[in-house]
């Protein structure tokens, strides 16, 4: 939408008989079919008003209600009466309302925000600071923390997380086996490693479960992220916590991994949060401040019985260094071997692989990305920031900024100038440095 006129871009796939296209089939489509689809579906005229009204107010209530939030000091709010679990793990529908148990706040967190559509909003607000989501299994405890990372995102009406809002800088962080991690300064959580390899510059092309946590961490804070989103079952065990009796027999000078537990609240003093999901380790209440109990779908604050249950925990005084790194633009090509010199090719498959070149850039283990057009917009953005931003001396983050900032002022049509595609949508900062930090031929230079 630019100056009163409205434009709409989409694809069509034309047919085709191995390489060549059917004619008259593709007329039919493109003199028939498709304007009979435009009517349908842009012409307000042929649309219910309501719900166009009901769309508009939706996705301004959302965003109305994000930044409220924000000022507010939380980092995350879920209203009551949002339906949290999907109809199917395959499936972004809700589950039926007739048998779904909606959200309702514990009293304890109940806040209310005024929107500019839906008016008053009752739910629960999650504040700044360490927010354990505990219960048994099977009881909601990762539907909710599902809820809270894709509320980085408005969602349509009828999906059940209306309501769901989380800062917008949010990450989730996983063990992420085998990626390549590239001049990361891991120190804060790893140290003493044999044969003296350091980790104050550390790369490797096949991480383990606890390296590439801590590398995801790292990079994410690197790239602005303030509120950390950890679920126990996709974390690395290890990089988590260390119990007491495994100290007595493994002596720290012995063990180069500061867990988590150690680091956690040195982080929340920097002013990043985090919210995760712990159903197996009680070691966690030591440095919680908020205990939200899932059971039955429901929730209560049991913050207080976790605090009686808690000892005291020496944790890190500070949290270590952050390092700033500066992609190197001639490490970035999408060439493939044998082609013509200058033509390089970006494809995507799903949405969770980018084919870059002869290089894959895995992007499994990304769980906020929502759409694969997004994918597709961060291939081509990879290519937009080699090109203008990368000199070799800025950093990372530096480049993300003006990415995002070239995207504001140009839209995504900055990606491919002249070309007008049809299947883009807007990707985060962060999705965006994760891509690049995962492709295999990345070189970075650590810079003050």
Do not use: W
Not at 64 to 87: C, E, H, K, N
Not at 226 to 254: C, G, H, W, Y
Not at 309 to 326: C, T
Not at 419 to 438: K, L, Q, S, T, V
Request: aromatic fraction near 6%; glycine fraction near 8%; charged fraction near 25%.
């Amino acid at each position: 939408v630019e100056g009163g006129v409205e434009e709409a871009r989409f694809t069509v796939a034309l047919p085709a008989a191995g390489r060549s296209i059917l004619g008259q089939k593709a007329a039919q489509i493109l003199t028939e079919a498709l304007p009979t689809v435009v009517k349908q579906a842009l012409l307000y005229a042929s649309l219910d008003a309501r719900s166009v009204l009901q769309h508009v107010d939706t996705v301004e209530d959302q965003d109305s209600l994000r930044r409220q939030v924000t000022d507010a000091g939380l980092v995350a709010f879920v209203g009551d009466g949002s339906i949290l679990p999907r109809a199917s793990g395959n499936s972004d529908a809700p589950m039926d309302p007739n048998q779904a148990i909606k959200f309702q706040s514990p009293p304890s967190l109940a806040r209310q925000f005024s929107l500019p559509h839906r008016g008053t909003v009752s739910g629960m607000g999650i504040p700044q600071g360490i927010t354990l989501i505990v219960g048994g299994g099977f009881h909601g405890k990762s539907t909710l923390l599902q809820a809270l990372q894709l509320g980085v995102y408005n969602v349509i009406p009828g999906d059940g997380r209306e309501l769901v809002v989380t800062d917008p800088t949010a990450v989730t962080i996983r063990a992420e086996d085998g990626r390549s991690v590239e001049s990361v300064d891991i120190s804060p959580f790893i140290n003493n490693l044999p044969f003296g390899k350091q980790t104050t510059d550390f790369s490797t092309p096949d991480a383990s479960g606890s390296t590439s946590q801590a590398a995801n961490i790292l990079e994410a804070l690197e790239m602005g992220a303030k509120t950390m989103l950890i679920d126990e079952d996709t974390a690395a065990t290890n990089f988590m916590v260390r119990d007491k009796r495994m100290m007595q027999l493994v002596a720290p000078s012995k063990e180069p991994i500061t867990p988590y537990i150690s680091k956690v609240r040195p982080l929340s003093r920097t002013g990043v949060s985090s919210i995760m999901v712990i159903g197996g380790c009680g070691d966690y209440f030591d440095v919680a401040d908020l205990v939200i109990m899932q059971e039955n779908y429901s929730a209560s604050d049991v913050t207080q019985q976790a605090a009686q249950l808690a000892q005291p925990l020496s944790d890190e005084q500070s949290f270590g260094k952050v390092a700033r790194r500066a992609p190197q633009s001639d490490t970035i090509n999408a060439a493939r071997e044998g082609d013509r010199p200058g033509h390089e090719k970006v494809a995507i498959n799903g949405k969770h692989l980018i084919r870059f070149g002869d290089l894959d850039i895995g992007l499994e283990s990304i769980h906020q990305l929502a759409d694969k057009s997004q994918t597709r917009a961060i291939g081509d953005a990879l290519i937009l920031a080699r090109d203008s931003y990368m000199d070799g001396r800025t950093p990372l983050s530096d480049v993300l900024d003006k990415l995002e900032r070239r995207f504001d002022e140009q839209g995504l049509d900055a990606l491919m100038p002249g070309r007008f595609i049809g299947n883009y949508a807007r990707p985060r900062r962060y999705e965006m440095g994760m891509a690049i930090n995962r492709l295999r031929s990345i070189k970075f230079r650590q810079v003050k």
